[in-house]
């Protein structure tokens, strides 16, 4: 009787797909991280130009966006000025707009 030594065809098949089955979820999740980098990379970008903003409103000078990315809008009442910036996500699933504001008081 012979015996064989090493590993059968059923085995390396298992192993295999486990090993194709842990990189595509390795894969996956390189993946959504990169995209979440990405939105947070564009929110802190819009952060920046909703303090440059408010920095030219308590300047007195017009304000103005400096990337076309973002739309700022100005609204002012007798109490506060507010100001609004929006922007495509991108990589987004859904193609909502993202907003920031903030409430600058008048004086």
Known sequence: MNAYHGFSLTEVLVSLLLMTGT???LLNQQWQISQ??????VRTQALT??????EL???G???FATDKRFQIQ???TKRAI?????WESPGSQNNNP??????LGVS
Do not use: G, P, W
């Open 57 to 59: 409103i308590i300047a």
């Open 49 to 54: 130009q909703l303090d440059n903003a408010s």
């Open 23 to 25: 990189s595509m979820a």
């Open 74 to 76: 100005k609204s002012q």
């Open 98 to 103: 993202r907003l920031m504001q903030r409430q």
């Open 82 to 86: 507010s100001l609004q910036i929006t």
């Open 36 to 41: 979440l980098v990405n939105q947070l990379q």
């Open 61 to 63: 000078q017009e304000v």
